[in-house]
């Protein structure tokens, strides 16, 4: 009898110690979730949020047509096979007529596939213009305006991709056009228009351009 009741002893005992075992299994392997839980919460933190990637722009042309005499045309060009990062060519074909009004047409492109070319400008920069501000200087004595029919920019602005441009007296110089993202601020009360802050997408410089 006595040894009936140690073994009754010794099963309930292992019995107890099988389900204490099991509870400290399953506290353990609570815990290890937990703690993988908010490690993966925790780099999640840490990591920012992922970042557009800046479109790739190689081509950049602008056309500039009498609005009295079509087959009055300048037409400057900006090709860069790797991007504004990389190297360029600029062309200038034509010159503008001394007194005269010209509209600006302009293309962005990136035509790194020649199969597949990208309209940057339809598809990405007019769609997000109130992230974006195009900015001109020149130092042939042009003058410019935003047209009424302009698209919105940053900062309640006139985005810059439809306007006019006149003539002055005869002269080579330069001719600049920068596209601006995100500005901190942007300011068209100067036609050419102004910003502080942001990242230029171009900058990109013609010269030797003429009016004759």
């Given amino acids: 009898k006595t040894i009936m009741n140690t073994n009754k002893l010794n099963i309930k ?3 107890t110690n099988y389900l204490n075992f099991m509870k400290t299994t399953k506290l353990f392997i609570m815990a290890i979730f937990c703690l993988t839980f908010i490690t993966s919460c925790n780099n ?14 190689t081509n ?5 047509t009498n609005t009295a005499n079509a087959g009055d045309v300048v037409i400057m060009s900006n090709v ?12 200038v074909n034509g010159t503008f007529t001394a007194g005269q009004s010209y509209s600006l047409d302009l293309e962005i492109t990136n035509e790194s596939d020649p199969a597949d070319i990208d309209d940057v400008l339809n ?20 003058d410019m305006i935003r047209d009424a029919g302009d698209l919105a920019g940053a900062n309640d602005t006139n985005l810059g ?20 993202h995100q500005p901190e601020t942007a300011d068209d009360s100067n036609q050419f228009g102004s910003t502080t ?14 009016v004759q």
């Fill in 13 to 15: 005992t292992m019995k």
């Fill in 44 to 57: 999640d933190d840490d990591n920012p949020d992922p970042v557009n990637e800046v479109e790739l722009i």
């Fill in 60 to 64: 950049v042309t602008l056309t500039f």
């Fill in 80 to 91: 860069a096979p790797d991007g504004q990062e990389g190297a360029f060519t600029n062309t």
């Fill in 123 to 142: 598809d990405d920069i007019i769609p997000e213009g109130d992230e974006h501000f195009f900015k001109y200087n020149n130092t042939l004595g042009l």
């Fill in 161 to 180: 991709v439809s306007t006019t441009w006149t003539s002055g007296a005869a002269g080579t110089g330069n001719l600049q056009i920068i596209l601006v």
């Fill in 197 to 210: 802050g942001g990242e230029e997408d171009f900058n990109i410089t013609f010269q030797g351009v003429v």
